[in-house]
T-cell receptor, first 112, second 117 residues
Framework: KQEVTQIPAALSVPEGENLVLNCSFT??????LQWFRQDPGKGLTSLLL?????REQTSGRLNASLDKSSGRSTLYIAASQPGDSATYLC???????????FGTGTQLKVEL | GAVVSQHPSWVICKSGTSVKIECRSL??????MFWYRQFPKQSLMLMAT?????????EQGVEKDKFLINHASLTLSTLTVTSAHPEDSSFYIC?????????????FGEGSRLTVL
């Protein structure tokens, strides 16, 4: 059974700081890994999708890496802003189907 | 990215009543949609996979008769919580895949918060 863990569970940083969120998964037989952002009481916004054959994806100030063999992914946020405050979720999709297994999330707060 | 819409965004109902939540793919066709449940400060748990024109596939531990799913068209799936009780209060989120988007990327709705009194 796939298990996805995110560290840290919560993080508070001053504005402008670069930060890294971590995601680990137990079964390396994945099809892809997706990072999402969730604001309080809202749905999920897809940030980055990394295929199992890829090592990283970039979008603006966000960079996600994937090391499938070790079961790890990181989300790097450059020059953090208060608007980045949200919960960040990673999710892995199994190779054989559509099911997404979500991590526990990292609650990020960027302070002025 | 593709847009998935949910309605209602929040609903309050009395115990024993049934509540229907709609999930629509606005700019693409979705043969498969997914329903998730999220408790406060917890992650999303997959409840069921909704397949257009056929029966939904439920995850272990999810009551089929309690959570009725209908996927009658390529753009609409509905989740009906039957005879709702306070323990059914939760945040329900649907997602859908736009097969035209490479990589099997999933897009999520805004969620529906159900409160059962």
């Amino acid at each position: 059974k796939q298990e996805v863990t995110q560290i840290p569970a919560a993080l508070s940083v001053p504005e402008g700081e670069n930060l890294v969120l971590n995601c680990s998964f137990t079964d390396s037989a994945i099809y892809n890994l997706q990072w999402f952002r969730q604001d309080p009481g809202k749905g999920l916004t897809s940030l980055l999708l990394i295929q199992s054959s890829q090592r990283e994806q970039t979008s603006g100030r966000l960079n996600a890496s994937l090391d499938k063999s070790s079961g790890r992914s990181t989300l790097y946020i450059a020059a953090s802003q208060p608007g980045d405050s949200a919960t960040y979720l990673c999710a892995v999709q199994a190779g054989g189907g559509n099911k997404l297994t979500f991590g526990t999330g990292t609650q990020l707060k960027v302070e002025l | 990215g593709a847009v998935v819409s949910q309605h209602p965004s929040w609903v309050i109902c009395k115990s024993g009543t049934s509540v229907k939540i709609e999930c629509r793919s606005l700019d693409f066709q979705a043969t498969t949609m997914f329903w998730y449940r999220q408790f406060p400060k917890q992650s999303l748990m997959l409840m069921a996979t909704s397949n257009e024109g056929s029966k939904a596939t439920y995850e272990q531990g999810v009551e089929k008769d309690k959570f009725l799913i209908n996927h009658a068209s390529l753009t609409l799936s509905t989740l009906t919580v039957t005879s709702a009780h306070p323990e059914d209060s939760s945040f329900y989120i649907c997602s859908a895949r736009d097969w035209a988007t490479p990589g099997r990327e999933l897009f999520f709705g805004e969620g529906s918060r159900l409160t059962v009194l």
